[in-house]
């Protein structure tokens, strides 16, 4: 069994090696069926952060009308706590609106001279509410506005919101979609680019094979060679990607954190799932590559 | 024993490869399968080989039924069947020795058996002076005996030679022949198929004669009568 398996190495190594070029080329298309693939996710991740982003400034404002009274307040506050799927409420009573108003524009004597000139406060009190997830928010608005509370709303301004929200949503599920497609594209090109490979290999070793047939090699050390070959060819082709990968990474970080306002670092996130990346890179190439180089030999076995 | 039981093979464009052979071989026998081109001797070999199914019909070796063998159950039957062909099916890149020794290692032997062997291959061939040599670097009748060597690492207990003197002159055809009685002398089976009748005529041993995938003639020593 060990002498089995030392020769099969030595064998996957020889077929790499005596046949450079086409190992070489194999490996630069795996490269860039990798790299395009590891790019689709990538680009995933960030799209996600992105809606992430744009979901954590929608909100909806609800702003009460002036005879409110404070109680009335508290318990609108209190059922909408209780609704499910809200994950936040923020109160900004008149007082409060009236000072973020005059620092908003403390550099605009106009408006602060007008505002002055004003015998009492006319901005209302209102709450602020934002959801767990932006798919949420339409339960919550109808949930609301079948509630008696909403008769103490002056003005909401959840009819501009929905249609961001809807949009947004759309846009989680489309990218999600279209990524989930790209990736499928890529992987049915790499099946077909290393299963085209092995046949190459295979064919350019068929003497060999068929002299192992002859004198009564096993099927399983015919194909062995093969299959690790493919091995090698994934694993030189990840490690390759996983260094350029990283590169672009080391390039493109500072103008993915300044779009993002430093919230979010691709460089970071990808350094904190490292082993995971490389577990996904080295699992799903050595996956592919075994599974189509065992379809290649299995055909021209059964010839 | 090898025996051919009501054996026809009938390729899927029509062809008729076999048509009913009957015909069995003692072991230790030395037999030549002779027969125009075309006349189906190599199907008979590849049939023995199980490089072909016989389409009707049981081929029984040494007791077993290889009409219905199983895909894994090949190599176990090649082992014992050593196979020599008109086109050498050498590898290149390799010396006289790797050539013999890698039938070994494909086959799983330690490298002390390999060792051991491969001389005493080369011996009986009388290569033992090219061991270092690679195929381009022989003549036909030398890759021929390389041929014959690396059949015989499983020390089989039959040989089929395929046509192994088409591409010799007439000397080395002799050489190689008288090589195959050797292994023959030493126990082994040999079924020779040919189309050459000088070499049938000079053996004297038992001919069978194929023709249009029968059995036309079946002589204990026969001669090349087509």
Redesign the interface.
């Known amino acids: 069994m060990f002498?089995?398996i030392i020769?099969t190495i030595r064998f996957a190594v020889q077929n790499f090696s005596?046949n450079l070029w086409l190992s070489v080329i194999t490996v630069f298309l795996l490269v860039l069926t990798t790299m395009s693939m590891t790019l689709v996710g990538t680009l995933n991740i960030i799209g996600q952060q992105v809606i992430h982003t744009i979901q954590d400034k929608v909100s909806i404002d609800l702003y009460f009308y002036d005879s409110v009274s404070e109680k009335d307040i508290i318990d609108t506050q209190n059922f909408l706590q209780s609704l499910s799927g809200v994950a936040d409420l923020v109160y900004v009573s008149k007082d409060q609106a009236l000072e973020q108003f005059k620092e908003k524009h403390a550099d605009d004597p106009e408006i602060l001279s007008s505002l002055s000139e004003m015998e009492e406060n006319v901005l209302p009190a209102s709450l602020t509410v934002r959801a767990r997830s932006i798919d949420d928010y339409p339960h919550i608005i109808r949930a609301f506005q079948a509630s008696p509370y909403s008769e103490f709303i002056d003005r909401t301004d959840y009819s501009d919101n929905r249609a961001i929200i809807n949009r947004v949503t759309t846009l989680t599920h489309k990218a999600y979609d279209i990524g989930l497609g790209v990736s499928l594209i890529f992987i049915i090109i790499s099946i077909v680019v290393i299963f085209n490979t092995i046949r190459i290999t295979i064919y350019s070793h068929r003497?060999?094979v068929?002299?192992?047939?002859?004198?009564?090699?096993?099927?399983w050390?015919?194909r062995a060679p093969f299959v690790l070959e493919s091995v090698l060819l994934a694993v030189i082709a990840s490690v390759i990607t996983l260094s350029l990968f990283y590169v672009l990474l080391y390039g493109s970080d500072p103008t993915i954190t300044a779009f993002f306002e430093g919230q979010f670092s691709i460089l970071h996130y990808c350094t904190e799932h490292i082993w995971r990346i490389v577990a996904i890179e080295f699992g799903g190439a050595i996956l592919l590559s075994v599974a189509s180089s065992m379809i290649a030999i299995t055909r021209y076995l059964k010839k | 024993m090898i025996t051919f039981e009501h054996v026809s093979k009938l390729y899927e464009d029509g062809t008729v490869a076999a048509a009913d052979l009957n015909f069995t071989i003692e072991p230790g026998e030395f037999i030549s399968i002779v027969g125009h081109s075309g006349a189906g001797k190599t199907t008979i070999a590849r049939m023995i080989i199980a490089e072909e199914k016989p389409s009707e019909g049981r081929i029984i070796i040494g007791g077993w039924d290889i009409s219905a063998i199983k895909r894994s159950e090949i190599p176990v039957l090649r082992r014992q069947i050593g196979v020599v062909f008109q086109d050498f099916k050498l590898l290149k890149k390799k010396t006289v020795e790797e050539n013999i020794a890698f039938a070994l290692e494909v086959c799983g032997a330690k490298r002390k058996k390999i060792r051991k062997i491969v001389p005493q291959l080369l011996r009986i061939v009388g290569l033992e002076e090219k061991a270092d040599k690679f195929p381009n670097q022989l003549s036909g009748g030398e890759q021929q005996r390389v041929v014959i060597a690396r059949a015989l690492v499983h020390r089989p207990k039959i040989l089929v030679a395929d046509e192994p003197t088409g591409n010799l002159d007439t000397i080395t055809a002799h050489e190689i022949t008288d090589l195959l009685l050797k292994i023959n002398q030493l126990g082994t089976t040999v079924v020779l198929v040919t189309h050459n009748p000088e070499i049938v005529n000079r053996l004297r041993k038992r001919v069978i004669t194929v023709d249009h995938g029968a059995v036309s003639s079946n002589k204990k020593t026969g001669k090349y009568t087509l």
Do not use: P, Q, W
């Open positions: 002498v089995g020769r005596r003497e060999e068929g002299i192992m047939k002859l004198v009564g090699a096993t099927n050390f015919v």
